[in-house]
């Protein structure tokens, strides 16, 4: 399964280990990109598209992103105290999370 955090994941350094006996021809390995608002230049995922429902006191963000592991969207609400909570999800489970919401307002 897709996990959109695995690009946050740090694969450790050159140089950790107490056996540098040995050298290599390959290049080190790129540093782990900062996550969206860490303060760094570079990004976690490309936005694709957005969206932005504003509700009785909530907003809410839809993003398609883009990472290297692929698509995924970042939902999140934005409370009218300023509190954020964010959720992701796959872009091959969107069909499952429409599905859902259709099953749900059939009940409203």
Request: glycine share 10%.
């Amino acid at each position: 399964m897709f996990d959109p955090m695995s690009d946050l994941a740090s694969g450790g350094s050159i140089g950790d280990d107490d056996d540098s006996t040995t050298a290599t021809d390959e290049a080190p390995a790129p540093a782990a990109p900062k996550s969206e608002g860490g303060g760094g230049d570079r990004k976690f995922a490309d936005e694709l598209h957005s969206c932005t429902i504003h509700a009785r006191q909530r907003t809410f963000y839809i993003d398609l992103k883009q990472s290297n592991n692929g698509k995924f969207f970042k939902v999140s609400e934005k409370s009218r105290g300023g509190q954020k909570t964010t959720i992701m999800f796959d872009a091959e489970d969107l069909e499952k999370f429409i599905k859902a919401f259709e099953e749900m307002k059939a009940h409203v």
